[in-house]
């Protein structure tokens, strides 16, 4: 990856000059990597720091990636990170077990090369589901995958939507745990839908889509769904909430293998529903939920690059957000020591 130097100075006793200087005496120099699972998202954010910033000459970091004829992972940094603050963008898509791990090592080194602060940006983090043991004898993995993370030398963490609030309590760092919920449902206010009611694909998704129907001035429904034992897919009960003529924006916070999202739209069809919309943030979309998407004639999809989706399998009615200008941002202000709750007034 490449690290092109800017020419371009900070002209000493300007307001850019001090701030930078200020984050360069605290944390060290700004630096970013981008690991294999999400390069162009690192280079996004790269882009958008350079362009709306006094860091003009910040680019994605090179290393070298080696996975030998046993799958053992080697990392090399090909630049000095010693005395930087350093970001490293890496989403645990698929493979997750090979992100994860390369992301360990890629900490790993360069808290061997003396970075001063090492920052994690993981707009996608695995596990979020096993968040609690509701069953005897069963791992709680996301304490686990937290543990790994500071335990390999993270002092930061940044992600975006985690499943459930509470895995922040898993991590003993301090870190910023975003939402996309902004950013879709400014795009989807702008697309103002008329005579909308919002429905959450299942009642532990219900708060959420309450914000959703507060913030789009619109009524709220929920779909009501049993998941027996351990089936992948549950099974669709019934609607809470009238959503008879009416067009539907269906959201949720994560679509896998799209079950879910079948189930809820054969039955808001059932309770006669129009046009139908989807809005949800994670794109972890296996080959059998791409094939459910198509058939479902929704009129739009609408999700983020959290994860990112080959250009082959974008649908022609899904549209794409990035987070790119969010995570660049919170990248800024942790760099400075700013607030990162003013971007969302809070």
Same mark, same amino acid.
């Given at each position: 990856?490449?690290?092109?130097?800017?020419?371009?100075?900070?002209?000493?006793?300007?307001?850019?000059?001090?701030?930078?200087?200020?984050?360069?005496?605290?944390?060290?120099?700004?630096?970013?990597?981008?690991?294999?699972?999400?390069?162009?998202l690192?280079?996004?954010?790269?882009?958008?720091?350079?362009?709306?910033?006094?860091?003009?000459?910040?680019?994605?970091?090179?290393?070298?990636?080696?996975?030998?004829? +046993?799958?053992?992972?080697?990392?090399?940094?090909?630049?000095?990170?010693?005395?930087?603050?350093v970001?490293?963008?890496?989403?645990?898509?698929?493979?997750?077990?090979?992100?994860?791990?390369?992301?360990?090592?890629?900490?790993?080194?360069?808290?061997?090369?003396?970075?001063?602060?090492?920052?994690?940006?993981?707009?996608?983090?695995?596990?979020?589901?096993?968040?609690?043991?509701?069953?005897?004898?069963v791992?709680?993995?996301?304490?686990?995958?937290?543990?790994?993370?500071?335990?390999?030398?993270?002092?930061?963490?940044?992600?975006?939507?985690?499943?459930?609030?509470?895995?922040?309590?898993?991590f003993?760092?301090?870190?910023?745990?975003?939402?996309?919920?902004?950013?879709?449902?400014?795009?989807?206010?702008?697309?103002?839908?008329?005579?909308?009611?919002?429905?959450?694909?299942?009642?532990?998704?219900?708060k959420?889509?309450?914000?959703?129907?507060?913030?789009?001035?619109?009524?709220?429904?929920f779909?009501?769904?049993?998941?027996e034992?351990?089936?992948?897919?549950?099974?669709?009960?019934?609607?809470?909430?009238?959503?008879?003529?009416?067009?539907?924006?269906?959201?949720?916070?994560?679509?896998?293998?799209?079950?879910?999202?079948? +189930?809820?739209?054969?039955?808001?069809?059932?309770?006669?529903?129009?046009?139908?919309?989807?809005?949800?943030?994670?794109?972890?979309?296996?080959?059998?939920?791409?094939?459910?998407?198509?058939?479902?004639?929704?009129?739009?999809?609408?999700?983020?690059?959290?994860i990112?989706?080959?250009?082959?399998?974008?649908?022609? +009615?899904?549209?794409?957000?990035?987070?790119?200008?969010?995570?660049?941002?919170?990248?800024?202000?942790?760099?400075?020591?700013?607030?990162?709750?003013?971007?969302?007034?809070?």
């Open positions: 990856m490449s690290t092109e130097p800017s020419t371009s100075k900070k002209i000493p006793g300007t307001k850019a000059f001090h701030n930078r200087h200020i984050a360069i005496n605290r944390f060290g120099e700004l630096t970013l990597f981008s690991g294999s699972a999400s390069p162009s690192g280079e996004e954010i790269a882009a958008y720091i350079r362009q709306h910033s006094d860091y003009h000459d910040v680019y994605c970091g090179r290393y070298q990636r080696v996975t030998f004829s +046993n799958e053992n992972i080697f990392i090399r940094l090909e630049e000095s990170v010693r005395g930087k603050d970001y490293i963008v890496q989403t645990m898509a698929s493979p997750v077990h090979e992100n994860i791990f390369e992301l360990l090592i890629m900490i790993d080194a360069l808290k061997r090369d003396s970075a001063w602060r090492i920052n994690v940006v993981v707009p996608y983090l695995a596990y979020g589901r096993s968040d609690k043991k509701d069953q005897p004898r791992p709680i993995t996301a304490r686990l995958l937290a543990n790994m993370l500071e335990t390999a030398g993270a002092d930061r963490y940044m992600t975006i939507d985690l499943h459930a609030g509470q895995i922040q309590g898993f003993n760092i301090p870190g910023d745990a975003l939402t996309a919920f902004h950013l879709l449902s400014d795009y989807v206010a702008g697309l103002q839908i008329e005579n909308l009611t919002v429905a959450a694909t299942d009642l532990g998704f219900a959420e889509a309450r914000n959703w129907a507060y913030k789009l001035n619109a009524p709220v429904a779909i009501e769904k049993r998941r034992d351990n089936a992948e897919r549950p099974r669709a009960m019934s609607v809470v909430g009238d959503v008879k003529g009416r067009n539907v924006l269906l959201v949720d916070d994560e679509v896998n293998t799209a079950g879910s999202v079948v +189930n809820a739209v054969t039955l808001l069809r059932e309770f006669g529903a129009q046009d139908i919309y989807l809005a949800f943030t994670h794109p972890f979309l296996t080959d059998v939920a791409y094939e459910r998407l198509a058939s479902l004639d929704f009129r739009e999809i609408i999700c983020t690059n959290t990112p989706i080959p250009e082959d399998k974008i649908l022609p +009615n899904m549209t794409v957000l990035s987070v790119a200008p969010m995570l660049a941002e919170v990248v800024l202000r942790a760099h400075q020591g700013r607030s990162v709750g003013e971007l969302f007034d809070e």
